[in-house]
């Protein structure tokens, strides 16, 4: 039954457990951990921008992805009421309006804390807040897409959380080199975030949902975000070989080898393999990801 205004109004504020769940604190780490990368890549000293680290893994962890979380259940809480009853939202532990007001405050006090780190973890954090609202909010809604969906969750996690902790490590624009790799394992996080696509295959199709597993099939699907995983990663290593990060250059490639070694495993049984590949070789990947910021900031000996 719908809530009538007066109960949307005068809902009681939420348990800080509920918020708590809401903001889905095991999603916090890919970005916190992209973060850090971007910390290590800068090849600055830690000590005099300790404030700004934890500052950024406020921010990159709890504030925008949580936000982020919360903008996405507020707008799915009708999809969620179906599929995910026990959810905040929709179990009424999180009643009237609290859900949007939680993503809204979130939203003002992200871009607030960010203006304390500069100007371009101001841009990047405004950046990546939009990308959260298009991602789930009327009239974008760009999860609808199998192409943008992925593609704003991919350099919102990667991308712009690597800027960042680059970023407030300089204190300016980081340099080509570590923009380039960052933009790079953007892209190849976009397989990684079709790869989590193929779970709700059903769901999306009966929801209208154009993932690639569902306007490809899964098996042309499948094929895809493999390519858009690897292929970034032999630019990444052709960087890193370029500016004399062999060391750095080595690990990925052996990474990557493992990565391809797993590959079979997953285009053989898709739906079934995905969570075990996101164990295994989404870890090598990100993995890779932090040789590539050592190699960047000079931390690696080679």
Known sequence: ???????????????????LELLKPITWFPPIWAFMCGVVSSGEAWGPRLPFIIL?????????????????????????????PDRPIPSGRIGGTWGLRIAIVGSLISAAASALAGPWVFGAT?????????????????????????????ISYEGLTWFTGASVMSGGLPPAPVLAVLLLYS??????????????????RAMGIRSLPVTLGVDRAVRVACWVMAVPQVVVIAILF???????????????????????KLLADPVGKTPWYNATGTTLSVLGMLASALGLGGVLPI
Request: hydrophobic share 50%.
């Open 1 to 19: 039954m719908a809530q009538s205004p007066a109960t949307l109004a005068f809902a009681p504020p939420p348990r800080l457990r509920d918020v």
């Open 56 to 84: 950024g893994v406020l921010l990159t962890g709890p504030l925008v992805c949580g936000t982020s979380q919360a903008v996405n259940d507020w707008f799915d809480r009708h999809v969620d009421a179906i599929n995910q």
């Open 126 to 154: 405004c950046l990546a807040l939009a990308s959260a609202w298009a991602y789930s909010a009327p009239p974008f809604r760009a999860k609808m897409s199998g192409i943008w969906g992925p593609g704003l969750v991919a």
């Open 187 to 204: 892209l190849g996080a976009h397989g990684i975030m079709t790869l989590n696509d193929f779970k709700a295959v059903e769901g999306d």
């Open 242 to 264: 370029q500016l004399h990060h062999v060391g750095a250059g080595v690990i990925v490639i052996a990474l990557l080898i493992g990565q391809f070694a797993l590959m079979p």
